[in-house]
């Protein structure tokens, strides 16, 4: 059976650990947008990179891919994807999670896979920031856009709670 999962949200939800738990189990090919997205250093990947290698991602016939990305590329994903997953986390469970990754990375504990699989952590201030960031300007639209795929006969499962994505199965 075709499935396309979508795992959209804001940073430090716990989106790529959901999509590493439901491609071991489903046997689904995980795609991480951060690894798109970001070349060394954290510097953002030019556009026309980005888009050709979500293009391709898209085109395949089964695929998990979580992350958010550009906000332009979103419309593609959801009209792709058979399954939307909205991990939508008050803001302050994301500056925590973020916290905690950032803590233990710098300690050297935080266990491999990286975000984007780069090997430096990203700067703290920046990624606080673009957290507050995505929550009070990206994530009204992107509500709005789920709200539209699932009109449109997408099937759509919103998580907003730790619990649910620890517990959540397809």
């Not at 950032?102 to 673009?130: C, I, N, S, V």
């Not at 009070?136 to 730790?162: F, T, Y």
């Amino acid at each position: 059976m075709t499935q396309r999962i979508a795992i959209l949200g804001n940073s430090s939800g716990g989106k790529s650990t959901l999509a590493r738990r439901l491609a071991a189990e489903t046997g689904l090919p995980r795609h991480e947008i951060d690894a798109l997205l970001w070349r060394p250093g954290w510097v953002l990947a030019p556009a026309a990179d980005y888009e050709a290698a979500h293009d391709e991602v898209l085109a395949q016939e089964s695929w998990i891919l979580d992350g958010l990305g550009r906000l332009e590329s979103l419309d593609a994903r959801l009209a792709r994807a058979t399954t939307v997953l909205l991990v939508d986390l008050p803001l302050w469970v994301h500056f925590w999670l973020a916290a905690e990754r950032q803590t233990a990375w710098a300690a050297g504990t935080l266990e491999a896979p990286r975000p984007g699989g780069l090997d430096e952590r990203p700067p703290t201030e920046r990624l606080f920031e673009t957290i507050w960031t995505v929550d009070r300007e990206w994530m009204p639209e992107v509500r709005r856009m789920v709200d539209a795929a699932e009109a449109g006969g997408r099937d759509v499962r919103r998580l907003v709670a730790l619990s649910q994505i620890e517990s959540f199965r397809l």
